[in-house]
Structure formats: C-alpha cells, structure tokens
C-alpha cells in the first residue's frame, strides 16, 4: 500500500495532509525518513509519525470487488492470479471471498477478514441470495422456469438443490438466482438440463447489487455489512 494512503487512513488525515508531514520530514519507515508518498509499504514494515508507532488498525474489513476474468478467488493460489491483485489494502491476505466465483465467472466477490459474517453469506442456511446473469449455448425453453423451482439434481449429490428462480430474458440469456452456493452450482444446474454455460456473470448478493466498475473495489458501508446480519 502507498505510505500516504496508509497515513490517511490509520491518523483519519486527508492524503493531501499526510503528503505535508512526509514533506516536513514527521514520518520514518523502518527508521528512515521517507518523503514520498508514493512509497510502497510491505506487511512488515514499521511506520512512525512524529517518532509515534503507528499500530495498523486490525478492525474488520467488509470490499466489494468487481471481479474480471482470469482471476482466482482463493487467496494463496501459487499458480494463478488472484483476486488480491487489485485489493490496494495493508495485508490483503488475511481476507478472504465470501462465496468465491470460478476463474472465468466475473462479477460481485464480497471480500472480508470476518469468517463470520461470511458464513452468513455462503451457508444455505442463511439463505441469501445470489444472483447471476448468464448465457448459455443452447436455446432456453420457458419449461425450465418451473424445473429449476423444483430443483435439480446434480451429478453426485444426494439432495436436490434448492428452489431456484429462473427468468429467461431472451433464447440465450437467463436470470438465474439461487440461495445456495455448491461446488460449479450455476453450470452443473444448466449441464443437468443439457445446456452450457458459456459466460456467467454474478450482479447481486442478498441486496448488495454490484456497483463498481471491473478491476474496481471499494469498502462497504455500515449499512451494507448489517444487511447480511439481519
Ligand atoms: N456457479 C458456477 O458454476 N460458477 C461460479 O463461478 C459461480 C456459481
């Protein structure tokens, strides 16, 4: 993370302001004075203001990612990259994906170092929703509507998946949202029934409908992290 956008946020300063007090000289970095605020800060490194620690503040943190293709959401994945690329935060890994989207899948991953909150949001208990937009290769005949409301079967499992809403907006493109999140759920569900999924995009989780731009995160409110609690 950048050392001025580390000062603004862990002293509640503007980033112009963090940018005068490196310029005045107040700030080291591993005992060094540093003035540039571009300065890149790695985990470990030890920050001071005015010869003060800085602590980092460890409070939860709650993201929305807009999450392109190519990109994995497991956290420490050694062979491919992850979502954590675009995550411009003080030790990004410790987060991790509320409900993770297959490499190709783009779309909402709700990111949080809160194992609670995001069992709130992946376990079916919880029933919260998603809500993914997707095209298919082969033509989508109304009568699907009703067989997802019934649920499938997948190949391997023993239950049905739960009642599903279906909304065909044109011959190959569908709404599709679901209140579980199991393994490929969204293209096993469309393989039961001889389709394919040819791209799948998730636009909504619970009420949290996705509102940045792809490669663009940003924190969530108070309000927002409470939704999924209630
Ligand atoms: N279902 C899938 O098949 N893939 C995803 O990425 C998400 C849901």
């Not at 862990?10 to 940018?19: D, E, F, Q, T």
């Not at 990612?65 to 003080?90: M, N, R």
């Amino acid at each position: 993370m950048r050392l001025d956008k580390f000062l603004a946020h862990h002293l509640g300063i503007s980033r112009s302001l963090a940018n005068k007090a490196l310029k005045a000289e107040m700030v080291t970095v591993n005992g060094q004075i540093i003035k540039a605020g571009a300065y890149q800060l790695a985990n470990d490194d030890k920050v001071t203001y005015r010869d003060n620690d800085i602590i980092p503040v460890m409070e939860k943190r709650y993201f929305m990612l807009h999450k392109p293709q190519g990109y994995v959401c497991s956290t420490d994945d050694p062979d491919h990259a992850t979502i954590l690329y675009f995550i411009d935060e003080p030790m990004a890994e410790k987060l991790h994906a509320a409900g993770r989207l297959d490499m190709d899948t783009t779309g909402l991953v709700l990111l949080t170092d809160d194992g609670q909150w995001s069992h709130r949001i992946t376990s079916p208990k919880h029933h919260c929703q998603k809500e993914y937009h997707v095209t298919v290769t082969a033509p989508l005949d109304e009568s699907l509507v009703a067989t997802f409301a019934a649920g499938i079967q997948l190949k391997g499992e023993k239950q049905l998946t739960k009642p599903a809403k279906l909304i065909i907006v044109d011959e190959y493109h569908a709404q599709l949202i679901i209140s579980e999140g199991r393994y490929h759920q969204v293209k096993r569900m469309f393989a039961a029934v001889g389709n394919h999924v040819q791209s799948l995009h998730r636009h909504r989780i619970g009420n949290l409908i996705l509102d940045v731009d792809e490669g663009e995160y940003r924190r969530l409110t108070e309000n927002e992290i409470k939704s999924f609690l209630s």
